[in-house]
Structure formats: C-alpha cells, structure tokens
C-alpha cells in the first residue's frame, strides 16, 4: 500500500496507491465536477536555520535537531504555523486579526522562517481541492497529512511525469495542473482522514466544506507539528457557528488566582 516510488497511474501487481482503490458508497456528484469551487496548492518543506540566527542572545527559536545535525523548522506555503494565544472557536475576538495569515497575506517583514497562525478561508459548503506538493523530497519518507472534521476523497497521488524533472515544486506542479498533467480518477475515488504524500510528489483530495469551524490540518509526525507543519481550514463565518454557552471556559480559567503577597 502506498508505495515509496508513487507509480500510481497505472495497474501493477506489487503494489497499490489509495487513488486506485474505488469507494464502497456512493460519492457526492459535486466532488466528481471537473472545475472545484476552491483550488489551494499547498507545498511543504523544511527551513534550514543557521547556527548564528538560531542561537541568538536573548530568543529562543523553535527547531528540530534532524539526522546530520540540520536545524528546521517546517513550512507550509513558506509559513511555519504558530498556534493563536487562545482558542479561535470560541475566543476569536481575543485573537489579534494580524495573528492570522496565509500565502496571500502574510506579516510584514515576514523572512524565511514565517511564523503566524497559518489558516485558509474556505466558504460554506465550497466544493475544495487540495494539492500537496512535497518539496522536503527525503529518500523514503512519505509525510502523511491528516485533516481534522472531515474525511476528503483522495483523486490522486503520484511523481511528475516530465522525466526531466528530478524534483518537484510549487512552480512545476502548477505548470502540470495547467498542462493536464497532475492525474486525477474520479471513479468511485475512496474516503480517507490521513493521507501519505509521496516523497517528491503529490496528493491530490476533495472534501465539500459543509462542517463549519476552525479546522486542523497537519502532518501527522509529533515532531513536525511542534516545528509547525500544520494550517487551519477555516470553514464559513461566525454567523455559521453555534453561539457560544454562557459561561463556557475560557483559556486561562484553569489557573489559579494569584495571591498578592
């Protein structure tokens, strides 16, 4: 299952990708419609700190120490996710709007190692494509990404087929989806929550956005959702949500008062 080469748009008898195996229930029409409502490429990758930025007097930096000796951090879109001060489902007017950001906005002065609450607007019930493109391209390693309030239908995996091209990108993955090039199936295209994206390649899914809310979407790796390879899927408005209980928790509720001495 999955295999690390990502030959997917052909039969073969030693291995099967989750885009050639058909779902067992009948899939939503609007999923199978050639053009999505929103289309969101999403590249990751690693940020390679350097010794003498990372280790300055005075800050302290997230990092993984990776095998080798490297010091990253991860990067969705080229923004290193950082979780808001409270929780945007209930306290989203104590969150600074300029917390929040994602590849069309990002911070002022915001250098290669971005860092903000990376979260993507999407529309009720918007019928959204997904493109992950895995720009970290380490030799047997297939990130898997997993989605929190939905289960999407996974289209299509698998390398580029320009064998002139060692290594996929943002820029490359583009120019195939506008040749016709990034394979899709929609026959009977099977149910997922988590899906492993093929070194050096591409997943493609859909999900009808009819569950509102701030949605998470990460690499299911411990260690690469501290260094902040995740994004928030915000689905509809305010106006789309419950209200909010009375009296309902707030971040911080659970301290204990401070005692002056």
């Known amino acids: 299952m999955n295999p690390l080469d990502a030959i997917c748009n052909k039969p073969r008898k ?45 800050t302290y930096n997230r990092y993984l120490a990776a095998t080798g000796g490297d010091h990253v ?9 950082q979780f808001p001060g409270s929780p945007p489902l209930s306290q989203i007017d104590d969150i600074p709007p300029e917390q929040f950001c994602n590849g069309d ?33 380490s030799p047997n390693l297939s990130h898997p990404f997993h989605l929190h309030g939905y289960s999407f239908n996974v289209v299509g995996t698998g390398r580029s087929p320009d064998q002139n091209v060692k290594k996929i990108n943002l820029k490359h993955a583009l120019d195939l989806d506008r040749r016709g090039l990034l394979h899709r199936q929609f026959d009977l295209p099977p149910f997922k929550d988590t899906i492993a994206v093929p070194n050096n390649g591409y997943v493609i899914f859909r999900f009808r956005a009819d569950n509102p809310g701030y949605w998470l979407f990460h690499c299911h790796f411990l260690f690469h959702i501290v ?20 009296n309902f928790p707030k971040c911080g509720n659970h301290l204990p008062p401070i005692t002056p001495h």
């Open 227 to 246: 260094i902040g390879m995740n994004l928030l899927i915000h689905v509809g408005t305010q106006d789309d949500l419950p209200p909010v209980p009375p």
């Open 105 to 137: 906005n990002r911070p002022e002065e915001c250098g290669f190692n971005c860092e903000c609450t990376h979260a993507v607007d999407i529309p009720m019930n918007a019928i959204v494509e997904v493109v992950l493109v895995d720009e970290v391209q």
């Open 73 to 81: 951090i991860s990067l969705i879109d080229e923004i290193s996710f």
């Open 14 to 58: 030693d291995a099967i990708c989750v885009s050639q195996l058909r779902n067992a229930k009948k899939v939503d029409q609007a999923i199978l419609q050639e053009r999505p409502d929103v289309k969101i490429f999403l590249p990751f990758r690693f940020y390679f700190w350097k010794p003498k930025d990372l280790f300055k007097l005075h």
